[in-house]
């Protein structure tokens, strides 16, 4: 499969707690990119890396990129109740822009 | 701006019935595609245009044919629907190969009884 790997598969938090979520892939990547979906819905672009860089921020997200171990994580910071959600990483390969499976964070009161 | 228009919303085909899935957008992108998205698979991805005027399958296009009409429409057609093709269904497009974001359109759920 050309899927990037998410980890962990779910997580639940306390609201107010940071979260963590990776994502790993195995060929060589320009850019890896984060997208959020509520339940239902369209994905949503939140944050884009490129592989010459190795952190990016936007707002409460944090991204890394480290590309001699073909990883990225995402770090929610100070989480809300409107974070739960599913996050995904995608990367672009040819003409595509190819998904992970995906990690379903729950925020809980 | 409207984005990524995705219709129907919702359907349900009988075994063997065929449908067209309309996708349009309206930010001038030269990239659509179609993805799949079922429990615990992630997004596949079905077929996607790089261009208007062409089109290439994804990982999972069997059954499956698409039309780039021009460069706002990529339609996604089952010939004889199956139950197998229980989905969400997602429209999405981007600026260009190896491109930036994506923008999706909000799905439609199809069910095939």
């Known amino acids: 499969s050309q899927q990037g790997e998410e980890d962990p598969q779910a997580l639940s938090i306390q609201e107010g707690e940071n979260a963590t979520m990776n994502c790993s892939y195995k060929?060589?990547?320009?850019?890896l990119q984060w997208y959020r979906q509520n339940s239902g819905r369209g994905l949503v672009h939140l944050i884009l890396?490129?592989?010459?860089?190795r952190e990016k921020h936007s707002g409460r997200l944090r991204v890394t990129l480290d590309t001699s171990k073909k990883s990225s994580s995402l770090l929610i910071t100070a989480s809300r109740a409107a974070d739960t959600a599913s996050y995904f990483c995608?990367?672009?390969?040819?003409?595509?822009?190819?998904f992970g499976k995906g990690t379903r964070l729950h925020i809980l009161p | 701006n409207a984005g990524v228009t995705q219709t129907p919303k919702f359907q349900v085909l009988k075994t063997g019935q065929s449908m067209t899935l309309q996708c349009a957008q309206d930010?001038?992108?030269?990239?659509m595609y179609w993805y799949r998205q079922d429990p615990g698979m992630g997004l596949r991805l079905i077929y996607y245009?790089?261009?208007?005027?062409?089109?290439d399958k994804g990982e999972v296009p069997n059954g499956y044919n698409v039309s780039r009409l021009n460069k706002r429409e990529f339609s996604l057609r089952l010939e004889s629907a199956a139950p197998s093709q229980t989905s969400v269904y997602f429209c999405?497009?981007?600026?260009?190969?190896?491109?930036?974001?994506?923008?999706f359109g909000q799905g439609t759920r199809l069910t095939v009884v």
């Open positions: 999405a497009s981007s600026e260009a190969q190896f491109s930036t974001e994506a923008f």
């Open positions: 060929t060589s990547i320009n850019n």
């Open positions: 890396i490129r592989s010459n860089e």
């Open positions: 995608a990367f672009p390969r040819d003409d595509k822009i190819i």
């Open positions: 930010m001038n992108h030269n990239s």
């Open positions: 245009s790089a261009s208007e005027g062409t089109t």
